[in-house]
């Protein structure tokens, strides 16, 4: 376990200049779990490759009691198969998901998660902010950071508008507290729009910490209660070009060539279409959006 980090959320600092995105070359498209979250890893894979995605990101550990998730550690069959799933298509593991940095978080038994990573070659663990205590939050989060990169693997800290780590310059404290290298932020437009963030704030983050982004659309209004923005967030989201929030511009201000991991659930859409429908419609928009070349 890391010493105690004293974290110091400040406001961000000016711009800098730099690698920033060049919207038309940023065209390696993810598949977040969260767009089709019935699919389970062997059928998401198949899913991504056939709409165009390079990669995807799975959720291993639960997030809420009703919502899937797929323990790749302990269910040796369906790994087997995803394995298969990823050499038949060729489409990559980028992250996976969801560490849940609570108070009593037990971190030595979250080694298997990271064996598994390692195995599906994932570059990337997804932790959320759930302690209040923000010297131990980045006590923990440089604890996990350290239990990756036993794996060569790091480890990005996402920020929520119903955390008290609620904006890209108090996620950035948390990281740079803790001091380690393969530590970094994760941005979803949805949360960063949320959240109140405007493009600019990305200035004062270094370009190695945002080593891929979420992306999504969702209405200008912003919800006025929780519900409302969980509503939103785990249910039914735009998109990309389809709301609101000004996505190009975010990403104008992120690092060149990093992932576009597309994390759009459309509940009613994946109802009523099924989940391919969302998986194609996603991507379909963020191309069209971007102007980005078909992926190959």
């Given amino acids: 376990m890391p010493g105690r980090a004293v974290v110091n959320v400040i406001a961000p600092a000016r711009p800098r200049c730099g690698s920033r995105l060049k919207l038309a070359t940023m065209t390696r498209f993810s598949l ?29 550990v639960q997030v ?42 037990d971190i030595p038994a979250l080694e298997p998660f990271f064996a598994i990573g390692a195995e599906l070659g994932a570059g990337w663990a997804v932790a959320a902010p759930y302690d209040p205590d923000l010297t131990r939050l980045a006590d923990r989060f440089g604890a996990l950071c350290q239990l990756a990169g036993r794996y060569k693997q790091g480890v990005v800290l996402e920020f929520f508008p119903w955390t008290r780590i609620n904006s890209v310059a108090s996620a950035n404290a948390v990281v740079q507290a803790a001091g380690q290298a393969n530590g970094g932020i994760l941005v979803d437009t949805l949360h ?46 735009l998109p990309p070009g389809e709301g609101g929030i000004e996505i190009k511009s975010v990403l104008a201000h992120m690092p060149a060539d990093i992932p576009i ?11 009523s279409e099924g989940p391919g429908a969302a998986v194609r419609r996603a991507i379909d928009a963020a191309k069209r959006l971007l102007d980005a070349p078909p992926t190959l």
């Fill in 32 to 60: 977040a779990h969260l767009t089709a979250l019935s699919l389970a890893p062997p059928a998401l894979i198949r899913a991504a490759a056939d709409a165009g995605y390079a990669s995807v990101g799975l959720r291993l």
């Fill in 261 to 271: 991991a597309l994390e759009v659930p459309m509940t009613e859409l994946s109802r």
């Fill in 192 to 237: 960063f729009d949320r959240c109140g963030n405007v493009p600019a704030d990305l200035g004062a983050i270094a370009p190695a910490r945002m080593p891929f982004v979420h992306v999504c659309d969702a209405p200008a209004d912003r919800p006025t209660t929780l519900e409302g923005l969980l509503h939103h967030a785990r249910a039914e989201r």
């Fill in 64 to 105: 809420t009691p009703e919502s899937p998730h797929y323990p790749l550690m302990t269910d040796k069959p369906m790994l087997r198969e995803t394995r298969a799933a990823m050499a038949e298509t060729g489409v990559t593991v980028n992250d996976m998901e969801f560490i849940r940095i609570a108070p009593d978080i």
